[in-house]
């Protein structure tokens, strides 16, 4: 079946640090690939998403691409932030079970001044 | 606002007991999609449905959790005779879908959180 393997937190940069949270993933089909952003207190957001391979989501500074070669969707930013303190999950998606995603188990991102 | 809402937000009950939850899905989608998220893990798909139908059940929702989304408009989830095992957030996420092959972007609630003691 279908899974999501990404880093385990937490991470902890200071500001304006460089930010890679790798993700990988197992499927049996071609997934849509989604990085979602969890602030403390908030909900579940969407942070960026790609749909088929070599796409480059991004958003808000962050970027990921679709690497089918290493079935990988690795989260990046140039210089973090405090405000981008919050828990990242990987998560894919496909036709399967009506396209309900499939979460990684989240990478907890501590940011300080 | 018109967002996802659920409620209650936080529910505290006693083993045993039966509790339900709401969510109100953004008014104009047709897939409703509930999922459990426990401390340190993400979350995991219980069932969706498209408009009041229930297309999918996964292993995870036993015969204590049943689902409904009466007119297709808000669902709730029922689980019964509660274990201290259930204690988790419930989220709940809405998406407006449009065939196979399109994107489905899906939105999430703030969720519920539940704690059997």
């Known amino acids: 079946g279908n899974s999501v393997t990404q880093m385990e937190g937490p991470v902890t940069l200071s500001e304006e640090a460089f930010l890679t949270i790798n993700c990988t993933y197992t499927a049996t089909g071609y997934p849509s690939l989604f990085w979602y952003v969890q602030y403390p207190g908030e909900g579940l957001q969407l942070l960026l998403k790609?749909?088929?391979?070599?796409d480059k989501g991004s958003n808000k500074g962050f970027e990921a691409t679709y690497r089918k070669e290493t079935t990988s969707f690795h989260l990046e930013k140039g210089s973090v932030q405090v405000s981008d303190s919050a828990v990242y999950f990987c998560a894919l998606s496909d036709s399967g079970s009506g396209y309900a995603l499939n979460f990684g188990k989240g990478t907890s991102l501590l940011v300080t001044p | 606002d018109t967002g996802v809402s659920q409620d209650p937000r936080h529910k505290i009950t006693k083993r045993g007991q039966n509790v339900t939850f709401r969510c109100d899905p953004i008014?104009?989608?047709?897939?409703l999609y509930w999922y459990r998220q426990t401390l340190g893990q993400g979350p995991e798909f219980l069932t969706y449905?498209?408009?009041?139908?229930?297309?999918?059940k996964s292993r995870l929702l036993s015969d204590r959790f049943s689902a409904e989304r009466p007119k297709g408009s808000f669902s709730t989830l029922e689980i019964q005779r509660t274990e201290q095992g259930d204690s988790a957030m419930y989220l709940c996420?809405?998406?407006?879908?449009?065939?196979?092959?399109?994107?489905?972007?899906?939105?999430f609630g703030p969720g519920t959180r539940l704690t059997v003691l």
């Open positions: 008014s104009e989608h047709n897939r």
């Open positions: 996420a809405s998406s407006l879908f449009s065939g196979v092959g399109s994107y489905n972007e899906q939105f």
């Open positions: 790609a749909t088929k391979a070599d």
């Open positions: 449905f498209q408009n009041e139908a229930q297309l999918e």
